[in-house]
């Protein structure tokens, strides 16, 4: 066992007072049990909570039954959510609750579905801190999620590769990763719309958790464009090498979702990605997220 994967392990066997927090995975998550998320949640348990979710990165709890109302109401005690703005949002929305987003899919519905690892809205200036997503229909078999620790990540590389990156800037840029998809099955106009309302942005290669003060990787094949000030070569290189060692088995976990799974993870220390291998079977999510305070910080 890695020296990550013990120091998790070792961190997520701490005692609770109130809830149960089980080891999902060597490298990152925990199951967190003898909670009810439907019902009001008392300053104490929702500490216990926070702090497992830190230790953690991503926490899941089984068999919930939650409105979304009631799953606004939980991620709610861990700060303000903002309500996606119809032209920030490419992604269905509940009707009565407009900060729950409707994420499904079947054999007609694949938008999304190869969607490849991320982390959430880091093409924005200030992307997503967290997100609670919900299992309403699930199929039977596929359509597992999978959480990379990008803090272990991170100290598992070489110390001169290390200082490298600690000095990078990124440019995030989802018209550069997306963009020719987009040309290629909406058009030119929706391409020039979809420009517009995406302009690239600059975040440190690694980043600070302001929660836990841990230094991550913050780069991912999905949204992170380019290395900001190197050659095109150097850039190129420089990513494929860190998609490659942060997406090693070591630092991931997968999760089988069933009826009624919650996921909870910390966006600022994690990449994810959905496994699209559940069609022709219907799969239901609800997600609700929060932004965070201020842009990532380098060291």
């Known amino acids: ?174 018209v550069a990763t997306m963009g020719p998809g987009v040309r290629a099955q909406a058009g030119n106009k929706a391409f020039t719309s979809f420009a517009e309302r995406t302009p690239a942005v600059e975040h440190p290669v690694v980043r600070v958790n302001p929660d836990t003060g841990k230094r991550c990787l913050y780069v991912n094949p999905l949204m992170t464009a380019r290395i900001k000030d190197v050659s095109p070569i150097e850039s190129r290189a420089i990513l494929d090498m860190l998609f490659a060692h942060c997406t090693q088995e070591e630092f991931m976990l997968r999760f089988k979702w069933q009826k009624g799974s919650v996921a909870f993870w910390d966006n600022r220390s994690a990449i994810h990605r959905g496994i699209n291998d559940f069609y022709p079977q219907h799969r239901l999510m609800h997600r609700v997220s929060i932004d965070e305070e201020c842009p990532p910080t380098g060291i």
């Open 1 to 174: 066992m890695s020296p990550q994967a013990a120091a998790h392990t070792d961190s997520a066997a701490e005692e609770f007072q109130h809830i149960s927090v089980k080891p999902y995975a060597a490298a990152l998550g925990a199951e967190i049990n003898g909670v009810n998320l439907a019902e009001p949640i008392g300053p104490e348990v929702i500490e216990e909570i926070r702090r497992a979710w830190l230790e953690n990165i991503v926490v899941f709890f089984r068999d919930q039954e939650l409105t979304p109302q009631q799953q606004h109401d939980f991620l709610a005690n861990f700060g303000p959510i903002r309500f996606p703005p119809p032209d920030q949002s490419f992604i269905p929305k509940d009707k009565d609750v407009q900060s729950v987003l409707i994420q499904e899919y079947d054999q007609a519905s694949r938008i999304g579905a190869d969607v490849d690892w991320h982390a959430d809205n880091s093409f924005r200036e200030i992307p997503q801190k967290c997100s609670v997503l919900y299992g309403v229909d699930i199929p039977a078999t596929g359509g597992d999620t999978c959480w990379v620790n990008m803090v272990a990540a991170y100290e598992a590389l070489a110390e001169p590769v290390r200082k490298m990156c600690d000095e990078l800037t990124a440019i995030h840029d989802l």
